[in-house]
């Protein structure tokens, strides 16, 4: 599994920024792709995710109703588009495919890609 994240960079607070990840190698009938952050001196947090069977989503408390997570399954490609960012989103974003499989969990992770947030 090969995940290649893209479009991180500075932004003003109040503005947006749409982060993709593209994704190769993924043989499973279902998982789930979606992004985690992690800021200076703090643990890695999940952001957003969605099943790639059902389409079903999933969003952090502090990023609800500003971020949005999709898929294109054709392109096996994840977008998170991000808007009214705050100070408090900078972070490196990483792309993320979960596998539950017979009870165990599997985690890929992608290159992570820096989100800067000016105030």
């Known amino acids: 599994v090969q995940l290649q994240a893209s479009g991180g960079g500075l932004v003003q607070a109040g503005g947006s920024l749409r982060l993709s990840c593209a994704a190769s190698?993924?043989?499973?009938?279902?998982?789930?792709i979606g992004w985690f952050r992690q800021a200076p001196g703090k643990e890695r947090e999940g952001v957003s995710c969605?099943?790639?069977?059902?389409?079903?989503?999933n969003y952090a408390d502090s990023v609800k109703g500003r971020f949005t997570i999709s898929s294109d399954n054709a392109k096996n490609t994840v977008y998170l588009q991000m808007n009214s960012l705050k100070p408090e989103d900078t972070a490196v974003y990483y792309c993320?495919?979960?596998?539950?499989?017979?009870?165990?969990?599997?985690?890929?992770w992608g290159q992570g890609t820096l989100v800067t947030v000016s105030s």
């Open positions: 190698g993924l043989t499973f009938d279902d998982y789930a």
């Open positions: 993320n495919v979960r596998v539950q499989r017979l009870g165990a969990r599997y985690d890929y």
């Open positions: 969605i099943s790639r069977r059902h389409g079903y989503t």
